[in-house]
C-alpha cells in the first residue's frame, strides 16, 4: 500500500474538532459547481489523482472546487453528493468528488482519501465511516425493497479488501452484481498519513431503473447523502389546486418561485404538504434545489394575502447569518398554526424548523423561503380555514377611564425588571396611508402580544371613547412606533388612526 505521511504538523483546528459533520457550508465553498471531466482518461497510477498536485508539505490532493454534481450519460439522471469533505470527531480527515460522470464505459467514480489529522497513529473504525467504509446507502422514501446505491471500491481504493464486478442494465444503469462486505472494519494511519479512496457509485442487484430520491449513508451521528433527480424534469410532479393563479406584486424585488407555477422543468420550489388545512394545523414544508448551484440565504417568512395586498406577520427579525442550500439539497420548514393563542411546544411536537404562530384568521397565506434559482425567493400558497382573529388584550392590564379618555396600565409599568416606563397615546384620524392587519396586531414581536402593543389600545376605543392611552414599558412603545419616530398612522378594519409617543392631548 502507498502512504502519504504529511510533513507540516497538523492545523490545531483539526485537532480540536468535536462530532462530525458533512456539509460544512462556510464562505469557501465553490458557488457554482465545477462540470466533471467529460473526456475519459487513461489509467494512471493511483498516486496520479488526476484531481490536483501533491504539495511540497505532503497534503494530499483535491481539486480547488471539486464537484459535486453530474449528469449521467447513460440516462436522464443528476448526482449530488451533500459534501466534498468530513471531519470525525477521534480525527479522521475525509475528501470525497466525483471524478467524472457515467458513460456505456464506466459508472459514475469518485475519488478522494482518508487521512489521519491527528499528531499521533490512531485505528480508525473504518466500518463506522460514511462514504469510506459504510459503504451501502439507505434507500430513498417511498421504497421499501432493492433501491439502495452503493460505493464500490475500485482496484485504486488502497483500503478495499475485495473490488465487486459491476454490470450495466439494458436501461443504461451501472449496478454491482454483489454487496459486499468490500471495505475493512479498521485501518491503521501514523500521524498525517492518508490513503487513497476510489468508488464506483452504482446501483442495487437487481434493479434495473434509477429511483429518485435521497440516499444516505449513515454513520454514527453523521450521514453523506447522494440526491437523484431527473435532469429532463427536476421539478415537482403534482399539480397544485393554485394552479394558474394570479397573484399581487410581492414585496421586495417581487420575484418569487411559486409552488403553483412551477413545472417540471422547475429546479428550485417550496413544495408544501398541503394547500388547505383547517385550524389549528400543522403544516411541513420542503424547499428543494434540483439545481447546480448553491442557493442562499434561506430565511423563511408568513405573509397574508388580504383584498389583494401582501401582508407580513411573522417573525419579526431574522438572524444575520447566511443559510445556503447546496446541490440537491432539502430544508424542511414547519408551520405550526392556530387560531387562538399558540399552544407551545412539547417534547416531539417539533421536529423541525419552523414557526408556531397564534391568532392567525382564515384566509390565504404564503410561505417564502430565502432561497431561488433564477428568483430571489420560492414560495407556497397555502389556504387556512377558519374564523377571524379578535383584537383583544392581554391579561396583565387594568383600565381607568377620565372623560372620554381611558388609560390602559399593562404589567410592565413600574415593573423595575424590564425596560424604562413608556406611554402612548392612540386616537382616531381621517386618514392614513399604511393598513395592519388583526394578525399583525396580535402577533408577537413588532405589534407585541409580550410586549403590550396596539392590542392593549384598539380593543379600548370604543364608539365613546376618543383616546387610549397606554402606559407599558419603553420597548413596547418602540415596538409601535419604531425608536426613531414619536407618531404613526395606520388604517385597521377601515378606521384610520393615529399613535404617538407619550400622553398625546388628542
Not at 383584537?391 to 392590564?397: A, L, N, R
Not at 392593549?456 to 426613531?484: I, M
Request: glycine share 12%.
Amino acid at each position: 500500500m502507498r502512504r502519504r505521511a504529511l510533513l507540516a504538523s497538523v492545523p490545531g483546528a483539526l485537532a480540536g474538532l468535536a462530532g462530525c459533520s458533512f456539509g460544512s457550508l462556510g464562505t469557501d465553498e465553490p458557488d457554482g459547481v465545477t462540470p466533471v471531466p467529460r473526456p475519459d482518461r487513461s489509467p494512471t497510477d493511483a498516486s496520479d489523482s488526476g484531481a490536483g498536485t501533491q504539495t511540497d508539505t505532503g497534503d494530499p490532493p483535491r481539486p480547488e472546487d471539486p464537484t459535486t454534481v453530474v449528469e449521467l450519460e447513460t440516462g436522464p439522471r443528476t448526482y449530488a453528493l451533500s459534501s466534498p469533505r468530513l471531519h470525525t470527531d477521534d480525527g479522521a480527515r475525509v475528501a470525497l468528488w466525483f471524478e467524472r460522470t457515467a458513460t456505456d464505459d464506466h459508472p459514475a467514480t469518485l475519488r478522494g482519501w482518508l487521512q489521519n489529522a491527528n499528531e499521533f497513529g490512531n485505528t480508525f473504525r473504518i466500518e463506522r465511516i460514511p462514504g469510506v467504509g459504510r459503504t451501502h446507502s439507505r434507500q430513498p422514501r417511498g421504497y421499501d425493497h432493492e433501491a439502495r446505491l452503493h460505493l464500490a471500491p475500485t482496484d485504486r481504493n488502497e483500503l478495499a479488501d475485495d473490488v465487486p464486478a459491476l454490470s450495466q442494465t439494458d436501461e443504461g444503469y451501472w449496478r454491482v452484481d454483489d454487496v459486499g462486505p468490500w471495505m475493512p472494519d479498521t485501518h491503521q494511519l501514523a500521524p498525517g498519513e492518508w490513503a487513497h479512496l476510489e468508488y464506483a457509485l452504482v446501483g442495487e442487484p437487481g434493479r434495473a431503473g434509477r429511483p429518485t430520491g435521497t440516499y444516505e449513508f449513515r454513520g454514527r451521528g453523521e450521514t453523506l447523502s447522494v440526491t437523484v433527480w431527473d435532469t429532463q424534469r427536476p421539478g415537482p410532479e403534482t399539480d397544485s389546486r393554485f394552479a394558474d393563479r394570479s397573484l399581487p406584486p410581492f414585496p421586495g424585488d417581487g420575484r418569487v418561485q411559486w409552488f403553483h407555477d412551477a413545472d417540471g422543468t422547475t429546479p428550485a420550489f417550496v413544495r408544501p404538504g398541503t394547500e388547505r388545512a383547517e385550524l389549528d394545523t400543522e403544516i411541513g414544508f420542503q424547499m428543494v434545489n434540483n439545481s447546480h448551484e448553491r442557493l442562499q440565504c434561506g430565511h423563511w417568512n408568513l405573509y397574508k394575502l388580504v383584498d389583494g395586498e401582501w401582508f407580513h406577520v411573522a417573525p419579526t427579525g431574522h438572524t444575520a447569518d447566511c443559510r445556503l442550500l447546496v446541490p440537491g439539497g432539502r430544508k424542511q420548514w414547519g408551520l405550526r398554526a392556530f387560531n387562538g393563542q399558540a399552544v407551545g411546544c412539547s417534547t416531539g411536537d417539533c421536529t423541525c424548523d419552523g414557526l408556531t404562530q397564534g391568532y392567525l384568521g382564515g384566509g390565504e397565506y404564503a410561505v417564502v423561503a430565502g432561497y431561488g434559482h433564477a428568483t430571489s425567493e420560492s414560495g407556497a400558497l397555502v389556504e387556512l380555514v377558519g374564523d377571524s382573529v379578535a383584537v383583544t388584550p392581554t391579561d396583565d392590564v387594568s383600565t381607568s377611564r377620565e372623560g372620554d379618555t381611558v388609560t390602559v396600565t399593562t404589567g410592565q409599568s413600574g415593573d423595575g425588571d424590564r425596560s424604562a416606563d413608556g406611554t402612548f397615546s392612540l386616537t382616531r384620524t381621517d386618514s392614513a396611508g399604511e393598513r395592519v392587519i388583526a394578525e399583525q396586531v396580535m402577533a408577537s414581536g413588532r405589534f407585541a402580544t409580550h410586549d403590550g402593543g396596539l392590542r392593549n389600545a384598539l380593543p379600548f376605543l370604543t364608539d365613546d371613547v376618543s383616546r387610549v392611552v397606554v402606559e407599558t414599558g419603553e420597548q413596547a412603545v418602540n415596538g409601535v412606533l419604531g425608536y426613531d419616530s414619536d407618531s404613526r398612522r395606520f388604517r385597521f378594519r377601515g378606521q384610520a388612526y393615529e399613535v404617538t409617543r407619550g400622553r398625546s392631548d388628542g
